[in-house]
């Protein structure tokens, strides 16, 4: 970590993501020295508090980054494209959770426990963290790739409302009070932001669809599970669900091995992994479920067997806080490596 402390800023600092780094940053005891909050012109001048104090959100339209040294960007990729490299430009290394630079081939793909070596890479002053869903998948899948090697992914996951941001929250919240006061469910003055209502119901669309029948989400979490793994021809296969959770993702994953892994051994793996909590039957959490992840750091690991269908196939069940792990720590993280060279 740098010895001095660094000027800091969060840009989306009022939303989901942004609000869980500042909260990570104070306890994790990141070396802040100034910290500056952007958001757009509808939250500007709210104040957000701070240690002992409180912080004034400043609009990011009249932004300058002039002595910024670390930049977390969490407002979304239309504004990253715009002002990350302004930012980046300006002398601050600038960490991206929205998705516009996490296929350039000059900006670092990050997952500390996986691929820390990447960011020794040559970049822009841009590194990104990938999707919230990518996250735990290659956490968990890093060591037993590493031990035995990975042929094929299926994945199946089942992503918390949080995912969506703070109106995603909102949406669950205010669709579940409206069907229990026998209400109809409506959208807010923006529209509605999932497709199809989602309390008491399950939406197998996650953002848009693409011309193959795939959605967004899902050839991001296929392209960036590649990446960050170094495994870039592996074949995956990914369903992504929204479900009225508020957070922690959950995935189902079927992975079929290069050689033949016991579960035993599966487990014994995963023990001793960077990130992972292993949770197995007979213990306090015999699974992990999305309400146990909220608030957690680790990428929860359970259900660890293998596939009766295929001899080199293993089955496994993965939690993590998608706001925590899934993007605001995960950031931290990174720029916890990053300051050292400061
Ligand atoms: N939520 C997750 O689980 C998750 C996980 C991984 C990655 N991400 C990514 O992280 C980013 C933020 O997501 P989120 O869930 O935190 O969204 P969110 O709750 O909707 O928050 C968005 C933030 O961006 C700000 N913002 C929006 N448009 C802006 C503009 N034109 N100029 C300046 N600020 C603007 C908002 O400010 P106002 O208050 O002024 O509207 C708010 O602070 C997205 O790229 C998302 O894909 C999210």
Not at 184 to 197: A, N, T
Not at 283 to 304: I, L, Q
Not at 309 to 328: F, I
């Amino acid at each position: 970590m740098a010895e001095r402390e660094l000027t800091v800023a969060i840009v989306g600092a009022t939303g989901a993501v942004g609000s869980e780094v500042l909260r990570t940053l104070e306890e994790r005891v990141f070396p802040v020295g100034e910290i500056r909050l952007f958001a757009s012109a509808r939250s500007a001048g709210e104040r957000v508090e701070w240690g002992a104090g409180a912080l004034r959100v400043e609009d990011l339209e009249d932004a300058t980054f002039d002595g910024v040294e670390v930049a977390f960007f969490c407002a979304g990729g239309a504004v990253s494209a715009e002002y990350g490299p302004r930012a980046a430009d300006a002398g601050a290394i600038v960490i991206d959770k929205s998705s516009h630079f996490r296929m350039h081939p000059d900006v670092p793909l990050v997952v500390p426990e996986v691929n820390a070596d990447d960011l020794a890479e040559r970049h822009l002053g841009i590194v990104a963290s990938p999707n919230c869903t990518t996250i735990p998948i290659v956490v968990a899948l890093k060591p037993i790739a590493d031990a035995v090697g990975l042929e094929r992914i299926v994945a199946a996951s089942y992503q918390a409302v949080s995912g969506g941001g703070k109106r995603g929250i909102d949406a669950l919240s205010r669709e579940t009070i409206d069907l229990l006061n026998m209400r109809s469910p409506g959208g807010d003055e923006r529209g509605s932001v999932f497709p199809r209502r989602i309390a008491f119901n399950c939406i197998p669309q996650v953002d848009a669809f693409l011309e193959d029948g795939s959605t967004k989400e899902e050839a991001k979490v296929v392209a960036e599970t590649r990446r960050v793994l170094h495994l870039e021809s592996l074949p995956i296969a990914v369903t992504c669900v929204r479900v009225p959770t508020f957070y922690g993702h959950t995935v189902a994953l079927t992975v079929e091995l290069a050689q033949p892994l016991d579960a035993a051994d599966a487990r014994r793996i995963l023990r001793e992994a960077p990130g992972v909590i292993l949770c197995e039957m007979g213990d306090e959490m015999p699974y992990p479920t999305a309400a146990d992840v909220g608030g957690t750091d680790a990428v929860y690991v359970g259900r660890v067997r293998n596939d009766p269908s295929h001899p080199r196939g293993l089955q496994l069940w993965v939690a993590a806080d998608n706001v925590r792990k899934g993007a605001a720590l995960n950031a931290v993280q990174i720029a916890e490596i990053l300051a050292r060279d400061l």
